[in-house]
């Protein structure tokens, strides 16, 4: 069955790194997704990851998949209070739908 | 170029009648798709249309709610009678080809209160 789970809440201070953490259960997963969700705003695409790729990395963020053990990770270097949102991942499997975790909500302190 | 629009932004409804929300999907994209948010929980998929045509309307929860693409160009989806549990926010997405794996565009949501 299709299951993505994350934490709820992260807490950061400014200028640190934030890492973001989500589960999943499909192995058949071949494309993972993370989104951003500003406030007030709908959902913005960061990055995503293809099933056969360990790491991809565009300028601040940082994604890693360990496809043994279903986990996904955001990493997001210097954190900025514009980074302040929830951030959602979601997994890609056989039909076109996307498969939501149910968002982590990453607070950036000042 | 425009990205995908939804409207309204918002809507406050009573219990028992219908709302009717629009999508209108990035020009060229022949795929649409409804996704909602309930409660702070996670987003689920509702349906998904190639043109004017329902590929997957599996997520749709049930016979309340009604997806029309008449023309192949924006969507609506109406819920009669609307029930408390409907509250949420309401996501559309388009994107260009139906290869797996492409990516989708959000729209900004429709965020509905049923009192």
């Known amino acids: 069955g299709e299951d993505v789970e994350q934490s709820l809440f992260l807490s950061v201070r400014e200028g640190d790194s934030s890492v973001i953490n989500c589960t999943y259960t499909d192995s058949s997963s071949t494309y993972l997704y993370w989104y951003k969700q500003e406030p007030g705003a709908g959902l913005q695409l960061l990055t995503y990851?293809?099933?056969?790729?360990d790491m991809k990395q565009d300028q601040r963020l940082t994604v890693l998949l360990n496809k043994k053990d279903k986990h996904l990770s955001l990493r997001i270097a210097d954190t900025q209070t514009g980074d302040s949102a929830i951030y959602f991942c979601a997994e890609s499997t056989g039909r076109r739908a996307l498969t939501f975790g149910s968002g982590t909500r990453l607070q950036v302190q000042p | 170029e425009a990205g995908v629009t939804q409207f309204p932004s918002h809507s406050v409804i009573e219990k028992g009648q219908t709302v009717t929300l629009r999508c209108d999907p990035i020009?060229?994209?022949?795929?649409l798709y409804w996704y909602r948010r309930v409660m702070g929980k996670e987003i689920k998929f509702l349906l998904h249309f190639v043109k004017e045509s329902k590929q997957d309307e599996s997520g749709m929860p049930n016979n309340r709610f009604l997806a029309e693409r008449t023309g192949g160009t924006y969507s609506t989806l109406k819920v009669q009678p609307a029930e408390l549990e409907d509250s949420g926010v309401y996501f559309c997405a388009s994107s260009h080809g139906a290869f797996y794996g492409e990516t989708q565009y959000f729209g900004p949501g429709t965020r509905l209160l049923v009192l």
């Open positions: 990851i293809f099933s056969n790729m």
């Open positions: 020009s060229g994209h022949d795929n």
